[in-house]
């Protein structure tokens, strides 16, 4: 199983230009592998028991080259739960998770 990669992308406060930064990012380079269904990057909030919220940043496997540019940490596949759609196609969500992984 290959790994997924995440990265904290800062106090969702001020995380819109981290966010628009890795969109831009992985576009090019989903752009350039020809759109697959497998390569997308979600993400969600999370405040883990404090106080603020952060965006976390998910990639999935296939987008490893651009989660390694930003030096992204590998993880185990996130939950579906509360996760959103940041870079890919809407195919992915049915691509990279099963009703299961609610």
């Known amino acids: 199983m290959e790994p997924w990669y995440f990265l904290n992308l800062g106090d969702a406060m ?12 992985f576009l090019k380079a989903f752009e350039a592998a020809g759109r697959p269904a497998e390569m997308a990057v979600f993400t969600r909030h ?7 919220c952060e965006i976390v940043a998910y ?3 296939m987008a490893h080259e651009v989660a390694k540019m930003l030096e992204a940490r ?4 996130p939950a579906r739960a509360g996760l959103g759609l940041l870079g890919g196609s809407a ?5 990279l998770f099963c009703e299961d992984d609610e």
């Open 91 to 95: 195919p992915a969500w049915q691509a």
């Open 59 to 61: 990639f999935s496997p």
């Open 14 to 25: 001020l995380a819109g230009e981290p966010s628009a930064d890795v969109e831009e990012l």
């Open 74 to 77: 590998a993880c185990l596949k």
């Open 46 to 52: 999370e405040s883990e028991g404090r106080l603020q």
